[in-house]
């Protein structure tokens, strides 16, 4: 039996065979992952029904099983019918886990199309897709190196 929170079957085999530097995208629920992801990037549709999961659950689980180097967001729009003024409420979710998972680690926001580009590189093994229906909030996260 696992130790970690990281349950789903399919999602542990392409992790175990991720690399440093893979990248991991969670979708939130609106983002277009059939066509915005890596050459090679495996898909896992999670979305259940609306609002579960949430991407924040899924950071969890991932969080409890492999070690994580940098983790970027989607930089929020600044005008528009999607606009925010600061930071999205789903990133201090990101910021508790974080920190409950005792890492170091601080969100690294990038522009919208610069985000779609980070995701679709060849580094890109794994979208988690969710249904989480908050603005902003994917995130992409790049596999660490094991140090113990």
């Given at each position: 039996?696992?130790?970690?929170?990281l349950?789903?079957?399919?999602?542990?085999a392409?992790?175990?065979?991720?690399?440093?530097?893979?990248?991991?995208?969670?979708?939130?629920?609106?983002?277009?992952?059939?066509?915005?992801?890596?050459?090679?990037?495996?898909?896992?549709?999670?979305?259940?029904?609306?609002?579960?999961?949430?991407?924040?659950?899924v950071?969890?689980?991932?969080?409890s099983?492999?070690?994580?180097?940098?983790?970027?967001?989607?930089q929020?729009?600044?005008?528009?019918p999607y606009?925010?003024?600061?930071?999205?409420?789903?990133?201090?979710?990101?910021?508790?886990?974080?920190?409950?998972?005792?890492?170091?680690?601080?969100?690294?926001?990038?522009?919208?199309?610069?985000f779609?580009?980070a995701?679709?590189t060849?580094?890109?093994?794994?979208?988690?897709?969710?249904a989480?229906?908050?603005?902003?909030?994917?995130?992409?996260?790049?596999?660490?190196?094991?140090?113990?």
């Open positions: 039996m696992l130790r970690h929170k349950i789903h079957p399919q999602i542990n392409i992790l175990g065979a991720a690399g440093h530097h893979s990248s991991i995208l969670i979708a939130d629920g609106n983002y277009p992952a059939s066509s915005k992801r890596g050459p090679r990037a495996e898909l896992i549709s999670l979305n259940l029904m609306p609002g579960v999961p949430t991407c924040d659950q950071l969890q689980a991932i969080l099983a492999v070690p994580i180097e940098t983790i970027q967001t989607m929020t729009e600044k005008s528009g606009a925010l003024d600061g930071d999205p409420p789903v990133w201090d979710d990101y910021r508790k886990t974080i920190k409950a998972a005792e890492l170091d680690l601080a969100l690294q926001p990038i522009d919208k199309w610069a779609y580009d995701v679709a060849d580094d890109h093994v794994l979208t988690i897709q969710t989480d229906q908050q603005r902003y909030a994917n995130i992409l996260l790049s596999i660490g190196v094991r140090m113990d």
